[in-house]
């Protein structure tokens, strides 16, 4: 079991950058592999990074490639999200998320989520 609470949205301006923080619970935190999503209104939720469980691997949407950064630190069981050069159409609810095994992009194949930190990019 994870618990996983994200933290660091807010409203900017775009070209603005954030930074999301998820905090989770639990000993085998590192075991997990974990991903980021977001949604927007209307929209399905869709892949934007994830990470293997040492860090050691990543893979983006290629909307975010060169723009986000995901990051994690096992000793303290967070998981990070660096996002520059927001544009509007970056606003949306960001969600964390944590399976074990080997990263993943598709959402079906995590099993714990966290509820989401709202991020609004204005023009």
């Known amino acids: 079991q994870v618990d996983l609470v994200e933290s660091g949205g807010g409203l900017v301006q ?3 950058s954030l930074k999301l923080s998820c905090a ?3 000993r085998t935190f ?3 592999a974990m991903g980021w999503f977001r949604q927007a209104p209307g ?3 869709e892949f934007v990074a994830t990470i293997n469980w040492s ?8 909307s975010v490639k060169g723009r986000f950064t995901i990051s994690r630190d096992n000793a303290n ?3 990070y999200l660096q996002v520059n050069s927001l544009k509007p159409e970056d606003t949306a609810v960001y969600y964390c998320a944590a399976r074990l095994g080997y990263r993943d992009s598709y959402y079906g194949a995590y099993d714990y989520w966290g509820q989401g930190t709202q991020v609004t990019v204005s023009s």
């Open 77 to 79: 069981n967070m998981v």
């Open 30 to 32: 590192s075991s997990y």
């Open 55 to 62: 860090g050691g691997s990543t893979y983006y949407a290629d």
């Open 24 to 26: 989770a619970s639990g």
């Open 43 to 45: 929209k399905e939720r």
């Open 14 to 16: 775009a070209g603005g």
